[in-house]
């Protein structure tokens, strides 16, 4: 009799610990999507810059190319700065 409540007991626990997974399982894939939506929505102006929407392979370089550019002259400008020139 022990075992047996014992065991259901156990495979109550086990229930429950699956449904909170499973809950924080769904609450982390909305927050995936909306964080998608977000990029999306912070790339499109930059897509829709061009003449061409294609996002083609140069085109996607030339974003990253220009995005390592302005950090480098942001990293610049801080080392700089607190080196006191």
Do not use: C, F
């Not at 009799?1 to 909170?20: C, F, P, S």
């Not at 909306?34 to 061009?50: H, Y």
Request: proline share 2%.
């Amino acid at each position: 009799q022990t075992d047996r409540r014992d065991i259901r007991l156990e495979i109550d626990v086990v229930r429950g610990q699956r449904t909170a997974y499973e809950t924080e399982l769904q609450e982390v894939h909305q927050a995936y999507l909306s964080s998608e939506a977000q990029n999306k929505e912070l790339i499109m102006p930059v897509t829709r810059q061009g003449t061409n929407n294609a996002m083609t392979p140069e085109s996607i370089q030339a974003m990253i190319d220009q995005a390592i550019q302005r950090n480098s002259a942001h990293t610049q400008d801080d080392a700089s700065q607190s080196s006191g020139e």
